[in-house]
């Protein structure tokens, strides 16, 4: 008796301890939009923001480093990121997309977050960098809090890796040969 009410117990909690993001390897990730605030554009040396849509994706290998606003989680890939960047991709056919989940940050530095993704845009205004107030990718695509998600995506938009949490050495090369085998 005991038995059956522990596994019991345990199947309805296990929705509530799993987290099953929403993506999927060869399939789009799911259409999501960001209105609040958006993607960071540099216009006359100040920030602009304007709506983004994951529909944007496709027609460059990306990837897309979805990540909490908070310095751990921006922490977590930087490997990956450095190793993105010392590879030197054609930028007519590659794109690293950075969404920050603002909604996603510890009590109180929100607005640090933000001031900190518009100092990354003016730094590198070629890189695309979307700032999620709300968290809608997020809470889209059931990504885990306070964590990192890495996603790499064909030139037409189908997901060829996914992985949330640190990534090791091995998933990193892994990781570089898509892009490269991508272009």
């Given at each position: ?46 920030i ?10 496709p ?7 979805a ?6 989680a ?110």
């Amino acid at each position: 008796m005991k038995v059956k009410s522990l596994t019991a117990l345990i199947l309805c909690a296990s929705p509530i301890l799993g987290f099953a993001h929403t993506i999927t390897l060869e399939q789009t990730v799911p259409n999501v939009a960001i209105a609040k605030h958006g993607e960071l554009f540099v216009e006359n040396k100040d920030i602009a923001y304007k709506e983004w849509n994951s529909s944007q994706l496709p027609n460059k290998v990306r990837v897309i480093q979805a990540i909490a606003g908070r310095k751990s989680a921006k922490k977590m890939n930087a490997d990956l990121m450095a190793a993105i960047t010392a590879s030197k991709f054609p930028a007519d056919r590659y794109q690293t997309t950075t969404i920050i989940n603002q909604d996603d940050a510890m009590w109180g530095t929100g607005s640090f977050v933000k001031s900190s993704a518009e100092d990354s845009k003016i730094e590198f205004p070629w890189s695309s960098i979307v700032l999620d107030k709300n968290g809608t990718v997020a809470k889209s695509w059931q990504l885990q809090e306070e964590s990192s998600a890495i996603i790499v995506l064909d030139n037409e938009g189908k997901v060829l890796f996914v992985k949330e949490g640190t990534l090791v050495k091995d998933e990193i090369t892994q990781v570089l040969s898509f892009i490269s085998s991508s272009l």
